[in-house]
């Protein structure tokens, strides 16, 4: 089956650098998103990770382990509007289906 | 660019009703998703659709959920009869590459 494993929730203030962890299991794998979600909006995308390594944009930066089945999403100069649900999403099938956890409430305090 | 438009925003029926959901994706998608998000968890793919054709309806629940894409551009979704723990955001996405997707405001449904 498809399981992947996020804290549910993480806090942080203002300025500060924060790391939200994501392990998988999945049957396939080609690749790890993260998406990031407002309080009743929708899901909008932050970065994908197909290969080993770090991917930067930004402020957002995201890492993947394929041989450890493990990925985290790092967000530095922490802002308030940053406090939202991040998800991450593993493409399972080369047509593109996602599996998404559970995700991460991300808290930031002045 | 436009974005993922989907309608009704909100939606209340009562149980064994059925209801109807619309989403019209970004020009030029031939990829199209329903996901289910149910409170506190993450969004759960019901069907995808390449262009007019299905990928993957593995988790949609075929004795009472329906859904349907004519000419590869808009889709419906549809829920008959509906079920109490059908209450959840019914989210529309769209996507050019299959790594990127790009979500609509969804359709919050409570069934009472």
């Known amino acids: 089956g498809q399981s992947l494993e996020q804290p549910s929730e993480v806090t942080a203030v203002e300025g500060a650098i924060v790391q939200i962890n994501c392990t998988y299991q999945t049957s396939g794998f080609y690749g790890l998103s993260w998406y990031q979600q407002h309080d009743g909006g929708a899901p909008t995308f932050l970065s994908y990770?197909?290969?080993?390594g770090l991917e930067e944009t930004g402020r957002f930066s995201s890492f993947l382990s394929r041989s450890d089945s493990y990925g985290y999403l790092l967000l530095q100069e922490l802002q308030m509007k940053d406090s939202a649900s991040y998800f991450c999403a593993v493409r399972d099938t080369n047509a593109g289906k996602s599996t998404f956890g559970d995700g991460t409430t991300l808290t930031v305090k002045p | 660019e436009a974005g993922v438009a989907q309608s009704p925003r909100y939606k209340i029926i009562e149980k064994r009703q059925s209801v109807a959901f619309w989403c019209n994706p970004i020009s030029g998608h031939a990829t199209l998703y329903w996901y289910q998000q149910i409170l506190g968890q993450g969004p759960k793919l019901l069907i995808q659709?390449?262009?007019?054709?299905?990928?993957?309806d593995s988790q949609l629940p075929k004795d009472r959920f329906s859904a349907e894409r004519l000419k590869g551009v808009d889709s419906t979704l549809k829920i008959q009869p509906a079920k109490l723990e059908d209450s959840a955001v019914y989210l529309c996405?769209?996507?050019?590459?299959?790594?990127?997707?790009?979500f609509g405001p969804g359709t919050r449904l409570t069934v009472t």
């Open positions: 996405a769209s996507s050019f590459s299959v790594h990127e997707q790009y």
């Open positions: 659709f390449q262009n007019n054709g299905v990928v993957d």
């Open positions: 990770n197909a290969l080993d």
